[in-house]
């Protein structure tokens, strides 16, 4: 069904189309939202919040295979 990937792609859609509301965290290249303190994934507190910065990270995301075990499901 490709359903995970439909919602990476969307995610990374709104995030492209708003890239003002994020940052990337420079430690482990999460996108985060702007207003968080802290990146979720890794605890780092450094970011950048440049827009090209978002959109490039956000399409690699797009891009990128899943990496969870949902194939599994499937194949
Ligand atoms: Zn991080």
Redesign the pocket.
């Known amino acids: 069904m490709g359903e995970s990937e439909n919602s990476r792609k969307e995610a990374a859609a709104k995030i492209i189309a708003a890239p003002g509301k994020f940052k990337i965290?420079e430690?482990?290249g999460?996108i985060v939202v702007k207003k968080a303190d802290v990146?979720p994934?890794?605890n780092?507190y450094r970011f950048d919040a440049s827009s090209a910065a978002v959109i490039a990270q956000a399409e690699l995301l797009a891009a990128r295979a899943p990496l969870s075990v949902e194939h599994e499901d499937y194949n």
Request: glycine share 0%.
């Open positions: 965290c430690s482990c999460s990146c994934n890794c780092a």
